[in-house]
């Protein structure tokens, strides 16, 4: 997977210790209603577009940029639909981070979905009711907000 500069330049100075990151996750829907999900190439299961911010990047322009990336998709952000807080992650290197999440419901605009990046084995467009069996909980949790968002409401805040 490859790792934004600015968290290689903090890792020489704390090596594997817990890091706080910020970032973001896109839940694309296409014209008929699929949604985009790459095979991650870290732990070989299907997940929503996902990656860490760049200092000083905003958020919606992070979702954007990842799912060109990671997918050859060029999709334009609709919501914010949830913020998340998750567990510490241990990657296999030792590296320790926790995430405070961002999730965007974004709508497809052009593009045909390839694999953009190192980051991903495999994408493709599924429909709501033919998720992969492998698909990750963080990612179910995040379609399901998406798909659930109601404007009149706002985004979904964990308590």
């Given at each position: 997977?490859?790792?934004?500069d600015?968290?290689l330049?903090?890792?020489?100075?704390?090596?594997?210790?817990?890091?706080?990151?910020?970032?973001?996750?896109?839940?694309?829907?296409?014209?008929?209603?699929?949604?985009?999900?790459?095979?991650?190439t870290?732990?070989?299961?299907?997940?929503?577009?996902?990656?860490?911010?760049?200092?000083?990047?905003?958020?919606?322009?992070?979702?954007?940029?990842?799912?060109?990336?990671?997918?050859?998709?060029?999709?334009?952000?609709?919501?914010?639909?949830?913020?998340?807080?998750?567990?510490?992650?241990?990657?296999?290197?030792?590296?320790?981070?926790?995430?405070?999440?961002?999730?965007?419901?974004?709508r497809?605009?052009?593009?045909?979905?390839?694999?953009?990046?190192?980051?991903?084995?495999?994408?493709?467009?599924?429909?709501?009711?033919?998720?992969?069996?492998?698909?990750?909980?963080?990612?179910?949790?995040?379609?399901?907000?998406?798909l659930?968002?109601?404007?009149?409401?706002?985004?979904?805040?964990?308590?």
């Amino acid at each position: 997977m490859p790792v934004p500069d600015f968290v290689l330049e903090l890792r020489r100075h704390v090596g594997t210790a817990p890091l706080w990151l910020s970032g973001v996750s896109a839940v694309v829907v296409d014209p008929d209603g699929r949604i985009l999900l790459g095979r991650r190439t870290d732990t070989g299961r299907w997940a929503v577009v996902s990656g860490i911010l760049d200092p000083g990047e905003q958020p919606a322009v992070a979702a954007v940029r990842e799912v060109a990336e990671e997918t050859g998709i060029h999709a334009e952000v609709e919501s914010l639909v949830s913020v998340h807080s998750g567990e510490e992650i241990t990657y296999p290197n030792g590296d320790r981070a926790s995430y405070l999440d961002l999730t965007f419901l974004c709508r497809y605009r052009s593009g045909q979905a390839r694999v953009g990046d190192d980051e991903s084995l495999e994408v493709g467009w599924f429909r709501p009711d033919g998720l992969p069996e492998d698909l990750q909980e963080t990612s179910r949790q995040r379609i399901a907000d998406a798909l659930g968002y109601d404007p009149a409401v706002g985004p979904r805040f964990i308590r």
